[in-house]
């Protein structure tokens, strides 16, 4: 009987897995269970969908066609209740079961909800699926004002949705500036100007106390931590995601706001792995356990997870240095490593639009934020690779025009 390998999630994790599992094994039965009802899209520019700067068309990455080709079964709107461990089965809520010898799980969050009044009125977004992305432009097509909610990187890409299509939005933060874990009020400074170009205003140290509905139960205005009523025909919402981990719920496989694996994505049940946003993996580099939301990650690790499955005997570290990019403004704007991360950071401005920040942690460089210049970030990375003690050579990392070899190193063995 063939090897039969099981994969809960069509993102790009699950999808690169099955595609991996497929290439080193040619008559293994390989399954791709989803909730959704298409096949793999390029989540990233659903953004540039809603923006209405691209067509559906060059979203789409798989049609159902690759799956059939590859002899993949690919099951949509297929939605996972649990799993049974013991006997090596997959349950789903009205297609049967689907029995593994390897399960991959890959299911990635959901957006959490404001709890707060009136926060699942109608006009009210939350921002994951390409379904979402097509009712967010139809929406923001046609609405006036909007209020933007969530001050980080997926809440800045409502916020320019709103300035694309000339919704004339506020965006409320609970700190004082976009993204206060990565940037200080300096870089982020130079993000609130962006915005307001576009004609999105930043509300600062606020919040959401509640929305105001009209009798349809549509929403009409956002109320904001003083009570303060903002005009918002348009609502997004970006806080923070919901893992989706209750179908593992009495399987004994670990979760810890996410499903605890290893470096080589194994979960501490035989025979499950787990791969993308939804793990929290043992990071090599970093030296204890994380979590990342990015696309190049998710992609990695259900490749590794693949190769790790179809041959524990090899296993595959999990070895990547992240990015994650915002093309919203005139500038470029990137994240890369784990910025939001260490024990110690440095930073400069260097012009209206340029600014750098590093993070480092026991001496080494973790991560960082380049913003207006993002050149440097490939000798920033390999840095990160190294894993070699820089923290004292700060002036160095922060020249202009950055020389790795300037750095005083151990000389490599
Ligand atoms: C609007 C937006 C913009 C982004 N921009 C960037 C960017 O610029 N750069 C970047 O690096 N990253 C970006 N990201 C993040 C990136 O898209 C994710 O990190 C990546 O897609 C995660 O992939 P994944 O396969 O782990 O999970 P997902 O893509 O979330 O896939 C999980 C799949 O599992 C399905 N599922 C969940 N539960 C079940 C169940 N019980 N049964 C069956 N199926 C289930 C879900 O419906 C989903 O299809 C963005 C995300 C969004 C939403």
Known sequence: MSESYVIIGDGIAGSSAAETIREAKPDADVTVITDEGEALY???????????????APISIHEEDWYAERDIDLELNTFVTDIDPDAHEVHTHD??????????????????????????????????TFQDARRIAEHAEQAETGVVVGAGLLGIDLAAICGEQDVDAHYIMRGNRWWRYGLSLEGAEIIHNALEEKGVTPILESGVNGFVTDDEGSVVATLDADDNEYDSEFVGIAIGLNFNTEYLQGTGVKTDNGVVVDQYMQTDVDDIYAAGDITRFYDVILGEYTQNGSWGSAKQQGVIAAKNMVDDDQAEEFRWVTSYSITHFD???????????????????????????????????????????????????????????????????????????????????
């Not at 079961?97 to 977004?125: C, M, R, W």
């Open 331 to 413: 500038f470029p704007f990137l994240s890369f490593g784990f910025p939001t991360l260490g024990d110690d950071d440095c930073e400069r401005k260097y012009s209206d639009t340029e600014w750098r920040r590093l993070a480092f942690k026991d001496g080494k460089l973790i991560g960082g934020v380049l913003i207006g210049d993002i050149a440097p970030q490939g000798k920033y990375k390999d840095l990160i690779r190294k894993e070699v003690d820089v923290a004292d050579q700060k002036d160095i990392l922060l020249e202009k025009e950055f020389d790795p070899d300037k750095l005083a190193l151990p000389q490599e063995q």
């Open 42 to 56: 390029n989540r990233i520019l659903i953004k540039e969908f809603a923006k209405g700067k691209l067509p559906e």
């Open 95 to 128: 297609s049967g079961t689907f029995e593994y010898d390897k399960l991959l799980v890959a299911t990635g969050g959901t957006p959490t909800q404001l709890p707060v009044d009136n926060s699942d009125a109608d006009g009210i977004h939350h921002f994951w």
